[in-house]
C-alpha cells in the first residue's frame, strides 16, 4: 500500500514510531489495524436503551403467539428433514 502524506505528517508518523521503538511501516500498520478493529466492533454492536433491552429479554422470555402472516411464513418455509 502507497499513501501519500504531508512531510510534517511523516515527519509526526516517524517519531512516534520512534518512540515506540518500531518503524514507520509496522507503526501506521498496527495503528490503522488498531482503527479498522474499532470500526469493525462498532458495526458489529447493536446498541439498545436499556427500556429497549428490557423489552426484548421480555419478548424473548414471552413471545407473543404466531399471528397468520407468521404462520403463513412458516408454513412456506422448505420443509427439512
Excluded: W, Y
Excluded at 520512534?18 to 469493525?40: G, Y
Amino acid at each position: 500500500m502507497n499513501i501519500r502524506v504531508k512531510p510534517e505528517v511523516k515527519a509526526r508518523l516517524l517519531r512516534a514510531a520512534a518512540l515506540r521503538h518500531t518503524d514507520l511501516t509496522s507503526f501506521v500498520t498496527q495503528s490503522a489495524l488498531r482503527a479498522a478493529e474499532t470500526v469493525i466492533a462498532e458495526a458489529d454492536t447493536i446498541k439498545v436503551s436499556e427500556r429497549d433491552f428490557g423489552r426484548i429479554l421480555e419478548l424473548l422470555d414471552n413471545p407473543p403467539k404466531p399471528n397468520a402472516k407468521l404462520r403463513a411464513a412458516a408454513a412456506a418455509l422448505p420443509k427439512t428433514r
